[in-house]
């Protein structure tokens, strides 16, 4: 399974691209930014980052995209910005018909690193742990889009696991 996992931003918006296959450690195929000038216009920096992740999606034709769902921020301003982000990222994964997934910043932490309220350098550590990587993705962003793919494999086999044992019991 290859998944597509976003850090959504209007400013900077982190991508991971893991892949895993039956019997074989999960792999880093690809992780990095999408970066916006804060000065332009904001529909301008929303068609960046919905050809930015077209792009992805057709470069990689994931079987499945992970996205970080809403947090509410202090500024509704930020909130809102941010919304608009996550709608043009979402919108670009129903276009390419790929399975959707969103998951809250607390439950990617308890999946990669083991608790919630994990810290940034705690989440890049366990990334690069996981994956056997010398060290965490660069920037922070891009680790985190890592992370969310991450999570969204392991929160697949758990499911699978435990759907499996459930038949097993019959």
Do not use: W
């Amino acid at each position: 399974m290859k998944v597509l996992g976003i850090d959504p931003g209007t400013a900077v918006l982190g991508y991971g691209v893991v892949e895993s296959s039956p019997g074989r450690p999960a792999r880093l195929v690809e992780c990095g930014i999408l970066e916006t000038r804060a000065r332009d216009p904001l529909p301008a920096r929303l068609r960046i980052i919905h050809d930015g992740i077209r792009a992805l999606l057709a470069r990689h034709r994931p079987d499945a995209m992970a996205v970080e769902s809403v947090f509410y921020a202090r500024n509704v301003r930020t909130t809102m910005v941010m919304s608009h982000g996550r709608g043009v990222v979402l919108l670009a994964g129903e276009e390419a018909g790929v399975s959707i997934s969103e998951y809250s910043p607390a439950m990617i932490k308890k999946a990669v690193v083991g608790r919630g309220a994990a810290v940034k350098p705690q989440v890049g550590y366990m990334v690069a742990q996981l994956l056997r990587l010398r060290s965490a993705p660069e920037p922070a962003d891009a680790a985190d889009g890592v992370a969310i793919a991450l999570a969204h494999l392991l929160l697949a086999r758990r499911a699978t696991g435990a759907s499996r044992a459930l038949v097993g019991a019959r």
